[in-house]
């Protein structure tokens, strides 16, 4: 048995822009133990909304993350009007549906960048952040923005997509897909890149049910939970099924992620061919009263909303919990036993975003 | 299991066009929806004061004696917020982008009803 | 969309009452703490594998001390290491203390003060 040594990693990482720190406790180079400790960036953007009114709320809680940026204003929006018990108008309801899920596309697109990148695969991350810049560009179209979009509100939303546009971006969607192709390939199939992902990290189904692992974590491990089949927006009349992978490691991770982005890109298509026409928001009148906790399914996985709202236009409480606040006990089983060369490349399969866990 | 999968992506990349643009030679297109940053065509303004209660960010300051709108452009998301809530529909978004500034001073752009004199 | 309810919970029962849990085949989503001018609570979501999800309330005040079930769901510490942080409630015996540093505000409990105890 070697000597112990505790190896800081982080909070400044090259391979993690997140500032993720971890004490790792070693034995030679095998990682025996860790410990995490996170609040380098904690906003306290939940406490923002007893100041802000909840329409103008919208707005913060959209920038808690720059991925996730639509979902999270669209999980917000969707608890408030759960509050107010507004039902918002089908074609509303679809759009945001494309929206979440060209978010999820890129989302994954940039996690395989940044995978591709924690194993020195330079050329590769360019190409897959080439590719992503398409999804960025039909953000920009139809919204305005390209990473945060302000489009949701409560009610509907602000902007609509005409019909012309939506026949583009199935085209788009096709050249996308087979940019796509020989890429993903390179993760599935290449000698080098399974060499560092297969049987590394391995959360065993109970494990990842046990500590609450959410999103391509859990699914990675052979567990099918997707909050998408709760069924909110338009997710209810679509037809998918949750992508699972059975091995738990690295690569079962890669692969969920891969086939969600086509799951995704297939799910946009449906909604496109699905979509009424008619209104995009309704008139909202009074303040909320009452409590509602809603979840739904974000790229990274599951994440909680919870609003308390007290009749007046400024909310008690609201509070987020993003699926990799869930995500770190499971990164925690999945780092003892590694080799340190590793650590960076576990730490990322959770698709770690720590500014939106600490908000 | 295969070897070089990339390889074809490769060669793609070395014989074909670049994927990015000669910046600043070649100037990116703006889409009409691209929210740039926000303009307000003071004539229709009547300083009631109501963009700059409502923005999330306390970007806007307006006072209705002196007739001034005011805004601090490092402060402003470009949300649109202010554009929507706005019942003279005088403020807009354009397409572009605030241009990059050196004086901090700068961030703040002033404009005058006709009461007063014009700009700042 | 159905509603929810929040099965009330005290201190002293949710070590059992999460145990239940356990055997039932639920497993912990989240927990949290809200404080309004007029009370506090901690709400505990528990769901199972088909989406099925229950919620538990407990009132609690600034400082009490309520036990923790890290030893039951392991996941639990993070969250109460939070809700010990930003609300100033103590857990007894949880898997992982980190006594305060896992948010390192600079005001301590910074949400355990509500709008109307600042007034601002
Ligand atoms: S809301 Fe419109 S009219 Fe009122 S002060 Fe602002 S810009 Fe002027
Ligand atoms: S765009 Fe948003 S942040 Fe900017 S001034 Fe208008 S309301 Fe404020």
Redesign the pocket.
């Known amino acids: 048995m070697g000597e112990r040594t505790i190896i800081p990693f982080g909070p400044q990482h090259p391979v993690l822009p997140e500032p993720l720190h971890l004490d790792l406790i070693l034995e030679d180079e095998k990682v025996v133990g860790a410990v995490p400790s996170i609040g380098f960036v904690h906003r306290g953007l939940e406490k923002l909304v007893e100041k802000r009114d909840y329409h103008e709320m919208m707005y913060v809680i959209e920038r808690v993350c720059g991925i996730c940026s639509f979902i999270h204003g669209q999980g917000y929006v969707q608890t408030i009007e759960e509050i107010m018990k507004i039902e918002i108008p089908d074609r509303a309801k679809y759009l945001r549906t494309i929206w979440a899920e060209l978010s999820r596309t890129h989302s994954h697109l940039l996690w395989l960048g940044l995978m591709a990148d924690a194993y020195g695969f330079e050329s590769l991350f360019m190409h897959c952040w080439r590719v992503r810049e398409r999804i960025l560009d039909i953000f920009e179209e139809t919204t305005g923005g390209r990473v945060i979009f302000s489009v949701c509100k409560v009610g509907g939303l602000w902007k609509d997509i005409d019909n012309d546009t939506l026949k583009r971006i199935i085209s788009e969607l096709k050249i996308i897909e087979d940019e796509l192709k020989p890429l993903t390939d390179v993760f599935i199939k290449d000698f080098s890149v399974q060499k560092r992902t297969r049987g590394i990290g391995v959360l065993t189904y109970q494990e990842a049910i046990d500590l609450g692992a959410a999103g391509p974590t859990l699914r990675g491990s052979g567990v099918a939970l997707d909050m998408r089949k709760l069924g909110y927006a338009a997710y209810g009349e679509l037809d998918f099924e949750p992508i699972v992978e059975k091995d738990g490691d690295c690569y079962a991770r890669t692969l969920v992620r891969i086939r969600e982005i086509y799951q995704s890109l297939d799910l946009i298509r449906q909604c496109i061919s699905k979509i009424p026409d008619g209104e995009i928001e309704v008139k909202v009148r009074g303040n909320p009263n009452g409590e509602y906790l809603s979840r739904i399914e974000q790229a990274r996985g599951q994440v909680i909303y919870y609003a308390k709202a007290n009749g007046t236009k400024y909310l008690d409480r609201f509070r987020v919990r993003t699926p990799t606040f869930a995500n770190i006990a499971p990164l925690l089983k999945m780092l003892p036993g590694s080799e340190l060369a590793d650590v960076p490349l576990l730490a990322l399969t959770i698709d770690p975003c720590i500014s939106c866990t600490e908000r | 299991m295969a070897f070089n999968v990339i390889g074809k992506t490769i060669m793609k990349s070395l014989f074909g066009k670049p994927a990015t643009a000669m910046y600043p030679i070649i100037k990116n297109e703006f889409y009409p929806n691209t929210r740039g940053n926000i303009e307000?065509a003071i004539e229709?303004?009547?300083?009631?004061?109501?963009?700059?209660r409502r923005c999330p960010t306390g970007a806007?300051e307006?006072s209705k004696p002196k007739r001034k709108?005011e805004i601090d452009r490092t402060r402003c998301i470009v949300c649109n917020f202010?554009v929507h809530?706005?019942?003279?529909k005088?403020?807009s978004t354009q397409r572009h982008y605030t241009a990059p500034m050196t004086d901090k001073a700068k961030r703040i752009y002033t404009l005058y009803g006709e009461a007063e004199k014009k700009d700042a | 969309m159905a509603e929810q309810t929040y099965n009330p919970v005290t201190s002293g029962e949710i070590i059992d009452r999460a145990k239940r849990y356990v055997q039932e085949g639920y497993r912990l989503t989240q927990i949290h703490c809200t404080k309004t001018s007029t009370e506090m609570f901690i709400i505990y979501t528990f769901e199972k594998l088909d989406l099925t999800c229950e919620n538990l309330k407990m009132h609690v005040q600034v400082g009490d001390t309520v036990p923790s079930i890290s030893g039951i769901f392991p996941a639990a510490f993070l969250y109460e290491n939070e809700t010990h942080d930003l609300y100033g409630v103590n857990f007894s015996d949880m898997a992982v203390d980190f006594k305060g540093t896992f948010y390192e505000t600079s005001v301590k409990q910074a949400f355990s003060m509500t709008g109307a105890d600042n007034n601002e």
């Open positions: 307000n229709q303004c009547n300083f009631c004061g109501l963009c700059s806007i307006v709108w202010c809530v706005c019942a003279k005088s403020l």
